[in-house]
């Protein structure tokens, strides 16, 4: 295009061009870190874990622990399996 733009080649070279080339691969990049990671690398497993089992035992409610962690109720169900 920047060469049908500064009159050094015309429309024909561009024709020429196969459709294939202008598939773009994947949606780019990745998929990024989820918050479950973000809060792991945070607060730590452990601490996690601690806080799903306290809702598990009903020493907490999930209210509680979610709201502390800044977790979905079911990324905190994942970390108590």
């Known amino acids: 295009m920047r060469l049908i733009g500064r009159k050094r080649a015309g429309w024909e070279l561009y024709r020429q061009i ?32 601690t806080f799903a089992q306290a809702v598990g035992e009903g020493l907490i409610t999930s209210t509680d622990a979610t709201g502390f962690l800044k977790i979905s109720e079911s990324e905190l169900e994942a970390w108590h399996g």
């Open 18 to 49: 196969p459709a294939v080339a202008e598939q773009k691969p994947g949606g780019g990049g990745g998929g990024g870190r989820g918050r479950q990671e973000i809060r792991e690398d945070e607060y730590g497993a452990r601490m996690i874990r």
